[in-house]
């Protein structure tokens, strides 16, 4: 396994993350979870990423026994604050109080005594940017976290908060959490450019388009039964979930056998070909998935595979403009 610094810190993530959305806590049971964790663990994987608004407290819920047999100082643990964890009032955002009281919920649910990155899931409308910041460097100033970050922040937004940082002397974000993949580069333009000019790294989730560049989808009308893209998370993926787009990947498979890797070994090592990308985060609903997944972060292509399959993928991709 390779290890990255995470953007200008001195803290070091696998180049391979294990997530949790839509899977721990969820639609796999506590002894499977335990099992990826410890495969992805005992594959050189130190980075684990969750929120607490996966599976409303339960993804953060069921790692907790599972973290307390890994050695602590050698696990990167991240998770997340803003969606809503209730209908009341202060129950959402970005605000001191909501910010304070989750943190303290995740802590409980996760069986830590500190967490090591702690991110703004989405940025807060509502909430002054000063509030957040000030209250990320208090947390980080207590003890309570030890680095943050934003996830799925514009260029802009990160700008605003890196410049307020600095400006007050508070502890600056250090990494985003973007979508990304070689089928979701809306980040390019903006966003990834913004990161290394202020030293974020980025931990992208969905590398793997949410498993079309696995290569498991070839029908767009007749996806398999119990996939995403048959069930509620099909809109989700819309944008690149095609007939053209599954004819494209297609053609992807003759690249990832004459190396002997797996599609979504190919497709994890066109992300991390990026030098603004510090970690890219695999879900895994089995083992398997998991053993087949990391062994990406040990991989050294050379950069015609990639030349290659963006000759393929480039014809199919969204164009919608995206900016930000």
Same mark, same amino acid.
């Given at each position: ?9 001195? *803290? #070091? !993530?696998?180049? $391979?993350? +294990?997530?949790?959305?839509?899977? =721990? ?5 506590? /002894?499977? %979870? ?75 649910? *996760? #069986? !830590?005594?500190? $967490?090591? +990155?702690?991110?703004?899931?989405? =940025? ?5 940017? /000063?509030? %957040? ?192």
């Amino acid at each position: 396994m390779h290890y990255r610094n995470l953007g200008n810190s001195g *803290l #070091q !993530l696998s180049v $391979i993350g +294990l997530g949790s959305w839509l899977t =721990f806590g969820n639609s796999v049971d506590f /002894e499977t %979870t335990r099992q990826c964790v410890f495969d992805a663990w005992e594959a050189g994987v130190n980075f684990i990423d969750t929120a607490n608004i996966y599976a409303k407290g339960a993804a953060e819920e069921v790692l907790g026994p599972i973290l307390r047999e890994l050695p602590r100082d050698a696990l990167v643990l991240a998770t997340k604050v803003y969606f809503p964890m209730g209908e009341r009032p202060n129950e959402q955002g970005l605000s001191r109080k909501h910010i304070r009281d989750q943190v303290h919920h995740s802590l409980r649910r *996760l #069986q !830590l005594d500190y $967490i090591d +990155l702690y991110q703004c899931h989405r =940025f807060d409308e509502v909430t002054p940017l /000063e509030e %957040t910041c000030e209250m990320m460097n208090d947390l980080i100033r207590a003890g309570t976290v030890l680095y943050w970050g934003v996830s799925e922040w514009t260029a802009d937004q990160i700008t605003a908060a890196v410049t307020l940082c600095r400006a007050r002397g508070w502890a600056v974000p250090i990494s985003n959490q973007p979508q990304y993949s070689a089928l979701w580069r809306r980040i390019e333009e903006r966003v990834l450019p913004v990161c290394e000019r202020y030293g974020l790294g980025n931990v992208v989730w969905s590398p793997i388009a949410m498993g079309v560049l696995s290569g498991k989808y070839t029908d767009a009308t007749r996806p398999p039964e119990g996939t995403r893209a048959a069930g509620a998370y099909r809109e989700m993926m819309e944008d690149y979930f095609t007939q053209p787009v599954l004819d494209a990947v297609a053609r992807l498979k003759p690249i990832a056998q004459e190396l002997g890797i797996s599609m979504s070994q190919l497709a994890l090592a066109w992300t991390l070909r990026q030098p603004a990308v510090t970690s890219a985060i695999v879900g895994a609903t089995n083992p398997a998935h998991v053993r087949d997944n990391v062994e990406a972060g040990t991989l050294h292509l050379d950069n015609d595979v990639f030349s290659a399959m963006d000759r393929i993928l480039e014809p199919v991709l969204p164009h919608e403009p995206y900016l930000a």
